[in-house]
């Protein structure tokens, strides 16, 4: 039987975090479900819908492959995965598959506020077997397909600060690439 890595990427509010506690359900629960700076806290599984799960929090220096050697899941979640840290802990994730033949499903954020991959995004989609865009459609305020976060301060695009910003809808937009690249928020 052959396994895969599967990315989920997309923009905020997608319902990524849904999707991953939809798929940790519907497979049996009995999988090891991993996050990074879920904006719910550290070790969970937050939803917008009001969805949460504890999880294994991955820090900086965590080995995921070692994790996984030792406990053998019969399948692997990680929710935020842009979080991790590129490319190593997003190589672990493939070696699981290659290595410990598990099925690993990453949901995450695909670009920044500025519109750039995440380092562990883009190290995810060149390694990943599938990459799939999330089916829920999130628009731009113009109505258009919503491809791009962008970080907001009082209704205004803003252009500089920390790239991780853990936060929710009250400091992120999400806009169609013309008006991301336009600066309207």
């Not at 519907?26 to 949460?52: A, F, H, I, P």
């Not at 995450?108 to 995004?121: E, I, V």
């Not at 999330?134 to 301060?153: D, F, I």
């Amino acid at each position: 039987m052959s396994h895969e890595l599967v990315a989920y990427l997309g923009v905020m509010d997608a319902g990524k975090s849904t999707l991953a506690l939809q798929y940790h359900h519907s497979l049996g629960g009995q999988g090891v479900v991993y996050t990074s700076m879920d904006r719910g806290g550290e070790g969970v599984v937050s939803s917008r819908l009001g969805l949460n799960h504890q999880a294994r929090e991955v820090k900086p220096g965590f080995d995921i492959y070692d994790d996984l050697a030792a406990t053998r899941p019969p399948y692997v979640i990680v929710d935020e995965v842009q979080f991790l840290e590129a490319p190593k802990q997003i190589n672990h994730l493939a070696d699981a598959v290659d290595g410990l033949g598990l099925d690993v499903y990453a949901f995450g954020l695909k670009t920044d506020f500025l519109g750039r991959l995440f380092p562990a995004s883009q190290r995810l989609i060149e390694l990943a077997d599938r990459v799939e865009e999330l089916p829920v459609r999130v628009n731009c305020w113009c109505g258009e397909r919503g491809t791009h976060n962008a970080r907001t301060r009082g209704g205004v695009m803003v252009f500089s600060g920390d790239l991780v910003e853990v936060g929710d809808m009250d400091s992120y937009t999400v806009l169609c690439r013309r008006h991301h690249r336009a600066g309207l928020a």
